[in-house]
Nanobody
Framework: QVQLVESGGGLVQPGESLRLSCAASARSFSSYFMAWYRQAPGKERELVASISRFHNTNYADSVRGRFAISRDNSKNTVYLQMNSLKPEDTAVYYC?????????WGQGAQVTVSS
């Protein structure tokens, strides 16, 4: 199982930016399908963005054009750049690693967007 450690969460005002990082302890990190999910209070966990081993990306409609997922295989790290943040982006953000169906989750990073 892969250990995932998220960082970069915090409290920001609407319209500001944050970058989340997820460091993975995986020998073959480049082979993993990586994703960011989020869960707001009282809501189900939802997929925010994903990136394949070939760097193909996919986004939820609610964040497309504002968020960008990327990966640096030399650092075993995946990033989520979040711009033009809105109050409805407030949630705990989780990093997810998938290798042939075997899933690993990080502990989560709180992102709060409030004026």
């Amino acid at each position: 199982q892969v250990q995932l450690v998220e960082s970069g969460g915090g409290l920001v005002q609407p319209g500001e930016s944050l970058r989340l990082s997820c460091a993975a302890s995986a020998r073959s990190f480049s082979s993993y399908f990586m994703a960011w999910y989020r869960q707001a209070p009282g809501k189900e966990r939802e997929l925010v963005a994903s990136i394949s081993r070939f760097h193909n990306t996919n986004y939820a409609d609610s964040v497309r054009g504002r968020f960008a997922i990327s990966r640096d295989n030399s650092k075993n790290t995946v990033y989520l750049q979040m711009n033009s943040l809105k109050p409805e982006d407030t949630a705990v953000y989780y990093c997810n690693a998938n290798l042939a169906g075997a899933l690993s989750w990080g502990q989560g990073a709180q992102v709060t967007v409030s004026s």
